[in-house]
DNA sequence: TATGAATGAGTCTTCATTCAT
DNA sequence: AATGAATGAAGACTCATTCAT
């Protein structure tokens, strides 16, 4: 029916607004009058960039990936020594955050939660329009090439990288995740450095004495 | 108002239900009806146990986190040597993932997610009725006196335990969520090792050579 | 089925909750787990008293109807001056409603104006169990003899009685209820004194001059 | 919230068939979903003019009482003798009621009832969003102009006239009330002429004799 | 006889979606 | 292309009534 949209800025704001809408009041509860509204167009217009709130959310899922990816891959991609980078990394997701929560749009973060949770459900149920598992591990696998340049290097224990790849990603988000609520109660400095010393030596293969 | 009948038994089976209901179609989808119907009960009969939707939801987070702090709690009582306990926990967190998910109420462990994200929505509304993150930071705390001990023994880094287990805590729970959803891909054994080999390596003292 | 009622005080209890819980609640919103309840009974045993909400109503009707005319009939029974007989009506009825309204059961008198009102209904839709108009016939033939009675003394003007009748009850009716939500406003005095005068004066015969 | 849609003609519509049906079934009993098929709308629509059943009442309410007092008003306008107007008065009240009954809409006078005793009720739950008795003293008022009137130009007695009023339009709606469901025992004319001989004769001076 | 736990029919209200303008 | 009024399907919750104890 509706040939294709039009107005790409317009799509734009409509994702925007969605992802402030649906982090502040869940998938369900989100309103599409509320999406419209914070995009400053009219309800019916909505229904000329997407056909449902299903799609929305949809494009919501893919954005944020997307400007995820970007982020990472973009901090990863500078020329550095394997063990900054993943200082680097920890650091940059403390950092964030703080920043992120900093804000009036703190609770945008929220929408990971959101989307995690529906990409989880879809995913079981077979409806996911995305797989969900497949976006995660394209995630993990930014990682993985500084992960291997450090064991090639000889810096890091010659682990799997694969798997440790996952398991760095997995915790950060969980750390993430529990630091996004608790954050009152922890001190950044203290956790980035601690954050740091056990992950680092963990993957750090023991110096040879002597050596 | 109701003061609460007495079949204590048709109540765990209301909450059992909604655990399930909540969990494969989430809060707001998941229907009273299916929850009564789940449950082998009428329409009516879950308000006789519980006033609201919201009311049950309540009943579910508590008996989650209660059962959840049951389950590590026991697991960190025996004594043991502290590297062996957190050998125990990874490996505990693996194999209860894998032993949920096998059977037919694998897609249960969603309603931690729900619980999680609906936990951080009201504490941020301020509409909370159980302080979220007090509950989570009392879980964070029964990691903590066997980092306590392992410090005290020399065995860990002498890091600030209070920091250390909410690090542990958030990094486990982000991999069991995604180890959740991506079991398939990755080698139950090989993450273990894995896993426990960045984890103990980065909190144990290195081994002074010539000790 | 039920056979018949038994205890009869445990019956009139009953009707006595209902007053007051129709009155505060109305007909629709008075639940009978409050009747139940107030009644000091459990809300499975009303239902061997009465087989539905509405036969409650019923019987509420009849006991108000009942009283009224009983009450009305006692003052009006006694040997007396036609003239002081309705100015004892008039008087009686601000005075009754004053400590009607004084007490904790001031409302009760609001069940007047839901029995009018579904009295009213039932009997437009030809439901009624007692014939509405047929009980307030009656009562204002309660009035008729003694308007006869000075009407024949030649103290009242001749005029049809039963018409007369009517007009006195139903203004004094509507006296009563607006009296009741606003007494505040107006004295107590001057409003019986003045509608002596109107009513009366209205009624006597003029006075042939000279007589 | 909503900035109330325009259709200022489909709102009336609403209005209108909220009061047929809350007349014919009581404030409880009256559906939204009646309400919106005799006014030809969508069950949804009504809530696009409404935001509850409650408002749709409290409008009911104000336009009920708007048309009364504009009734009244127009009525006791014209320049008159203050007799005449009483009469009028008495006169218009009881050929409004056999107009108004005559109809397929005669039951919709019932809504008076069902406003009296919700506005009762708000009242003294001290929930009323309008005060009802300053409303029914706003009634009152309009009468009293033409008793001041009456008294001014020594035709009336000389009684207060605020509480003259009170005591007529008390007696006038308790009148009109009785005679709704029983006129069809009485006769228009009659009760007309005995109504206004019994309250006129009542606040007529008494001629003085010899004048 | 008395009870109150269980029930489901019934109702208000919400909101994604449609469509006439 | 944009809009928002109209809609009805859907769902939480209430409560009169039943019935096993």
């Keep these: 029916m509706t040939p294709l949209p039009k107005d790409e800025a317009k799509r734009k704001r409509i ?4 992802i402030r809408v649906f982090a502040h009041d869940g998938l369900s509860n989100g309103k599409i009058a509320t999406i419209a509204e914070k995009a400053g167009i009219g309800k019916g ?9 299903e799609e929305i959310f949809a494009a919501v899922f893919k954005d944020f990936f997307n400007q995820m990816i970007a982020g ?12 900054k980078k993943i200082e680097l990394v920890f650091d940059y997701s403390y950092d964030y ?3 992120l929560l900093e804000d009036e ?35 993990y696998n930014i990682f993985k090439p500084f992960v291997d340049e450090g064991i090639q290097a000889g ?30 109660h922890y001190d950044n400095e203290k956790l980035k450095t601690i954050t740091k010393e056990i992950f680092l030596n963990g993957l750090l293969k023991p110096q040879t004495e002597g050596a």
């Design 105 to 139: 749009h703190g609770q945008d973060w929220l929408i990971f939660l959101e989307i995690f949770l529906q990409g989880f459900r879809d995913e079981f149920k077979g409806i996911g329009k995305l797989s969900f598992s497949t976006v995660l591990r394209e995630i």
């Design 97 to 99: 955050l703080d920043q």
């Design 155 to 184: 810096v890091f224990k010659p682990l799997d990288s694969e798997h440790v790849t996952f398991i760095l990603f997995a915790a950060l988000d969980g750390i993430s995740l529990h630091y996004f609520i608790n954050r009152d």
């Design 45 to 53: 217009t909505v229904y000329e960039y997407f056909s449902s709130k």
């Design 15 to 18: 994702i925007a607004a969605a």
């Design 72 to 83: 990472y891959t973009q901090l990863i991609d500078a020329p550095m020594d394997p063990v």
